[in-house]
């Protein structure tokens, strides 16, 4: 990384500011009650500041609170988000759903770093209160029953192009995580948007998102952003999020222009719904279904057929099912459903989870740390920790084994499954994403057997991806 003056000064300002702050309020110095009726989470002992921004700034955040978490055995401890401030890491499921329906949860003002996707402003992602309810009431709409239908066919038209497409690898690797973008991205951008996006603007487009996402995790730095123009790389960046607001303004223009436009779409919601105060909410809130809408479900694809390529017994075992089933009648296939659920659960690509602040103490009497009742103070910023969740030994057994066969036994693991998170910020795209993965993974493991050729690197940069894993796909 370059060291420029900039650099030097905000470091400077960085280390006045946190010593200041420090006389004045040091939060970690929470005491447990002395009767021992209630016990608070602790910070790690090594785990340092510096320690936490550098795991962020390299990608891999959720799963070095995952393995601090093994290593510890503390499902719910603390880490320090400043020299002065601690945040609570949770993975404990009970803990979590207790968090996530409180009332009082709200996101902390660190979503806004999603604003840098579409250069400003406010969006449904990072907002709470009138500015996200009115847009999450609207769009929400788009994702009932008949439209995930007709959102379904959409994916099955993408698919027969995408289909032609990997036979023309003719036995040659692809890599999974940027084929999965392409045809999700299509999907997304059809069937939510009316828009027919070139290959250029595609390209454009996840260009200068990736540029804009890397640019963002190192957003822990302070004033980064802000007064980043004699950084070059944040220079890049703001320049990418200007790029990424035309590309949303132009898809409005188009879709302004159909003449009889899809009832109930997602643009249709946007477009029509009054309560936006101006075209640039709109346009923002497009962009953020637009990014959330095809990454996700890509990277959750690309990870399930990585681990397919891994584990030929499980895909073997699939594709026997699929084949002898009615095509109708593969989408609701049981052992789709386990293969899906267990590509989900191992690798999460929302493995951050997700933050809230609670306004009132959070106090939680069942959970696995033991029988005396845990408190997380009013105002603790909580950091919902879906790797750590989702691998909770005391849900999973072997948490980090590819294991469909664990969905069809009896036991607690449905206590702890929650890829999209629950209560009332849950994904919104829930529906769709289920639909578009159970389209894609039938047709392609009907068809094709997938082996791997490079297991590529594992990264975190606003989700969970599998970075250059090559797989060769062979017809059947
Ligand atoms: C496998 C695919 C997906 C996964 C695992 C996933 C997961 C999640 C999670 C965990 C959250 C909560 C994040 C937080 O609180 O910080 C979320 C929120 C959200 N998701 Fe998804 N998502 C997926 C697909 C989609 C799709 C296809 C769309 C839209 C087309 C979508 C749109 C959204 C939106 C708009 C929110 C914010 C909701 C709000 O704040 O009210 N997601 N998603």
């Known amino acids: 990384m370059e060291f420029s003056p900039f650099h030097a000064f905000s470091i400077c300002v960085f280390v006045l500011v946190s010593v200041a702050i420090t006389q ?21 002992e090594g785990v340092t500041f510096i320690k936490v921004i550098q795991r962020m700034a390299a990608g891999q955040m959720p799963q070095t609170f995952y393995k601090w978490a093994k290593n510890y055995n503390k499902f719910v401890y603390l880490v320090p988000v400043s020299f002065t401030r601690v945040a609570a890491v949770v993975g404990d499921p009970e803990i979590l759903k207790k968090i996530l329906t409180d009332k009082s949860a709200s996101k902390p003002t660190l979503y806004h770093r999603s604003r840098h996707i579409h250069d400003g402003g406010t969006n449904l992602f ?11 009431k609207s769009i929400i709409y788009s994702f009932s029953p008949s439209h995930v239908r007709r959102m379904k066919d959409v994916t099955v038209e993408k ?12 036995g040659n690797s692809f890599d999974v995580g940027k084929e999965m973008i392409k045809l999700t991205l299509k999907i997304i951008c059809d069937a939510a948007f009316e828009y027919d996006m070139s290959i250029e603007e595609q390209n454009e487009f996840l260009t200068e998102l990736e540029i804009v996402l890397k640019e963002n995790r190192r957003g822990s730095i302070p004033l980064r952003w802000k007064l980043g123009k004699l950084i070059p790389s ?23 222009q159909i003449e009889n436009p899809t009832k109930g779409t997602v643009m249709d919601r946007i477009v029509n719904d009054k309560k936006y105060k101006s075209d640039k909410e709109r346009i ?13 479900t890509a990277y959750s694809l690309a990870w399930t057929l990585k681990e397919l390529a891994r584990h030929p017994a499980e ?33 999460p690509v929302a493995a951050a989870g997700g933050l809230r602040v609670c306004s009132k103490d959070i106090v939680i009497d069942k959970h696995s740390e033991g029988s005396t009742p845990i408190v997380i103070p009013k105002g603790t910023a909580i950091f919902l920790s879906l790797m750590m969740c989702l691998h909770h030994p005391d849900y999973f057994h072997d948490p980090d084994s590819f294991s469909p066969s664990r969905w069809e036994v009896e036991g607690n693991q449905n206590d702890a499954y929650m890829p999209f998170l629950i209560g009332p910020r849950n994904c919104l795209g829930q529906s769709l994403a289920y639909a578009e993965i159970r389209t894609v993974l039938a047709r392609l493991i009907a068809e094709f057997e997938f082996s791997i050729e490079d297991e590529g690197s594992n990264e975190f940069f606003a989700t969970y991806k599998p970075i250059g894993c090559r797989l060769i796909a062979k017809r059947v």
């Open 126 to 136: 990072s907002e709470n209160d009138e500015r996200w309810y009115h847009a999450r």
């Open 315 to 347: 895909q073997d075992k699939l594709r026997f099912a699929l084949l002898n089933v009615s095509e109708d009648d593969r989408y609701n296939l049981k052992e789709l459903t386990n293969v899906i659920k267990e590509g989900l659960r191992l690798n």
């Open 159 to 170: 698919l027969n192009d995408f289909v032609k497409h990997m036979d023309s690898f003719q």
């Open 24 to 44: 004045r309020r040091r939060n970690y110095n929470w005491k447990d009650s002395k009767d021992g009726e209630y016990v608070y989470p602790k910070v790690l």
């Open 284 to 296: 923002n809130d497009m962009l953020i279904l637009l990014v959330a809408g095809h990454d996700t």
């Open 234 to 256: 944040v220079r890049r960046a703001r320049l990418g999020s200007k790029r990424l607001a035309a590309l949303g303004a132009r898809m409005l223009v188009a879709y302004r």
